[in-house]
């Protein structure tokens, strides 16, 4: 699932990203990018093969694709 923001704030950004991470486990393991030159910025769940994070995941995903 991708979500594309343009033209957003500071706060938009930091409140997208707490919710993201809310969203998690406690005990899930991120990696993360950060790239100043080129301007972006990239989280990534290292062990996404949990059942928890998986079903959670499904969830969010029947919440955007439905009517």
Excluded at 42 to 62: P, Q
Aim: with cysteine.
């Amino acid at each position: 699932m991708s979500v594309e923001y343009t033209g957003i704030n500071k706060e938009t950004v930091a409140g997208e990203i707490k919710n993201y991470l809310d969203a998690c486990p406690e005990d899930t393991v991120f990696k993360m990018v950060i790239n100043s030159k080129r301007g972006y910025l990239r989280l990534k769940i290292k062990n996404a093969s949990k059942n928890r994070l998986r079903t959670l995941i499904g969830k969010l995903r029947k919440k955007k694709s439905g009517p």
